[in-house]
């Protein structure tokens, strides 16, 4: 079983900043991906980014490119997200999720099957 906890969420003007953190615990060492999703009420939920652990370029939704960077802190076993630039758009709850072994790493959330509570972004004009 794999435990995963978000935090750094919270309230910013437009074209402001947050760092997202995901501390994983548990059964890690199978995970062959990690990723950002977000969701808001009524629509379903998008992947944002996805990390490989194995190595390899991270992978970004069109709509985060540029102003999203996701990064892992092996040491610590927390991933993060830099949100930069942020728009009123990219508001949502944001939930990090790890891959099961046999995963094939994507931003559709089926292929996910660990997912921690989520993390609230609010961007204001």
């Known amino acids: 079983q794999v435990q995963l906890v978000e935090s750094g969420g919270g309230s910013v003007q437009a074209g402001g900043s947050l760092r997202l953190s995901c501390a994983a615990s548990g059964v890690t060492r199978s995970i062959p991906c990690m990723a950002w999703f977000r969701q808001v009420p009524g629509k379903e939920r998008e992947g944002v980014a996805v990390f490989y652990i194995g190595g390899g370029s991270p992978y970004y939704d069109d709509s985060v490119k540029g102003r999203f960077t996701i990064s892992q802190d092996k040491a610590k076993n927390t991933l993060y997200l830099q949100m930069n630039s942020l728009k009123p758009e990219d508001t949502a709850m944001y939930y990090c999720?790890?891959?099961?072994?046999?995963?094939?790493?994507?931003?559709?959330?089926?292929?996910?099957?660990?997912w921690g509570q989520g993390t609230q972004v609010t961007v204001s004009s």
């Open positions: 999720a790890a891959g099961r072994p046999d995963s094939v790493c994507s931003l559709v959330p089926r292929m996910y099957s660990y």
